[in-house]
């Protein structure tokens, strides 16, 4: 079963490095990824997405990359700034006949940027 | 630029009571969901509805629970004889038709039972 906790893994990087959130996902059916970013008290934000035909793709200063073979997911930011503080999540649908979307949610990551 | 609404932002209620929960998806947007997320846990899955009726359930949605489309605009989530681990942040998504577009989030309800 999965581990249920408080607290998220936490990533600490200065202003103006690069980040790199990393994300396992479960289904090796899955079709269609989306990352997304969550600031306190608000919704999912959605940051970037990718199709399971591809393997990489570049938004402004983000791209995601995925790995199928290890069924691994990750997002780089570039030059992160104290603005891209908040808590990252990889979400993937699995696509069946019928099916409507839903996505499943990774447990997230805490991206803590330091002046 | 359009954004989906929920209300209301905090409601305290007491175990045993109902609640609904609102939610205003973007107007063009056909596809609805809700998610819930535990404090300090992943966002879940609840329901996905679709030309008024449900299209996809998970587990947590049992007979507790259920949605309604009662007018052009709002989506809603009741929950019938709320429960203390029923307390968490309750986010509506929307999306347009077409398959590989993304759904867009309420900034989401914190549901508390005391």
């Known amino acids: 079963g999965e581990s249920v906790g408080l607290h998220l893994p936490t990533l600490s990087v200065q202003e103006g490095d690069n980040s790199i959130i990393n994300c396992a996902y479960s289904?090796?059916?899955?079709?269609?990824f989306i990352w997304y970013k969550q600031e306190s008290g608000k919704g999912p934000q959605f940051i970037i997405d990718?199709?399971?035909?591809?393997d990489k793709r570049q938004g402004q200063r983000v791209t995601v990359l995925l790995n199928k073979t290890v069924k691994h997911l990750s997002l780089q930011i570039a030059a992160t700034q104290p603005g891209d503080s908040a808590v990252y999540f990889c979400?993937?649908?699995?696509?069946?006949?019928?099916?409507?979307?839903?996505?499943?949610f990774g447990k997230g990551t805490k991206l803590s940027v330091k002046p | 630029e359009p954004e989906v609404t929920q209300t209301p932002s905090h409601q305290v209620t007491q175990m045993g009571q109902e609640v609904i929960l609102r939610c205003v998806p973007i107007s063009n947007h056909l596809y609805f969901y809700w998610y819930r997320q535990i404090l300090g846990q992943k966002v879940e899955f609840l329901v996905s509805f679709y030309n008024n009726e449900i299209s996809e359930k998970s587990e947590i949605f049992d007979d507790q629970f259920s949605v309604e489309r009662p007018d052009g605009s709002n989506f809603t989530l009741k929950i019938r004889s709320t429960k203390l681990e029923d307390s968490a942040m309750y986010f509506c998504?929307?999306?347009?038709?077409?398959?590989?577009?993304?759904?867009?989030f309420g900034p989401g309800t914190r549901l508390t039972v005391l």
């Open positions: 289904n090796s059916a899955s079709d269609y």
């Open positions: 979400a993937e649908r699995v696509y069946y006949g019928g099916s409507q979307g839903n996505l499943i």
């Open positions: 998504a929307s999306r347009v038709p077409g398959f590989y577009n993304e759904q867009f």
């Open positions: 990718i199709r399971s035909n591809m």
